[in-house]
């Protein structure tokens, strides 16, 4: 174990970033399911469903052209989910 350690900090933080392959975009099906999924636990019924109605809204309007943009994103950068914001 001694000898795991000494070599584990010689290693560096994004040493491997380069050889690991980028992350796929989601569709946009799967990305509002997960989302559906996880508030599930939190809602009452009436939150819920009124969630999905606000969901289906998205998904078969600004959704898919903000999908759209996301791939484009993609296609142009290694890392499309890092984003930097500025805040003056």
């Known amino acids: 174990m001694e000898n795991q ?9 994004f040493q491997y970033q380069d050889s690991l392959p980028s992350l796929p ?3 946009l099906e799967e990305s509002l399911k997960k989302y559906l ?3 599930k636990p939190f809602a009452n019924e009436e939150e819920y ?3 999905e ?3 289906q809204k998205f ?3 600004i959704g ?3 999908q759209q943009k996301l791939l484009q994103r993609a296609k142009g950068r290694r890392n499309w989910v890092f984003v930097i914001v500025f805040i003056e």
Request: charged share 30%; no cysteine.
């Open 59 to 61: 998904q078969n309007g």
């Open 49 to 51: 469903k009124n969630t």
């Open 5 to 13: 350690l000494a070599k584990s900090t010689e290693e560096r933080t």
């Open 53 to 55: 109605a606000i969901v």
């Open 37 to 39: 999924e996880s508030v």
């Open 25 to 27: 975009v989601p569709s």
């Open 64 to 66: 898919e052209k903000l």
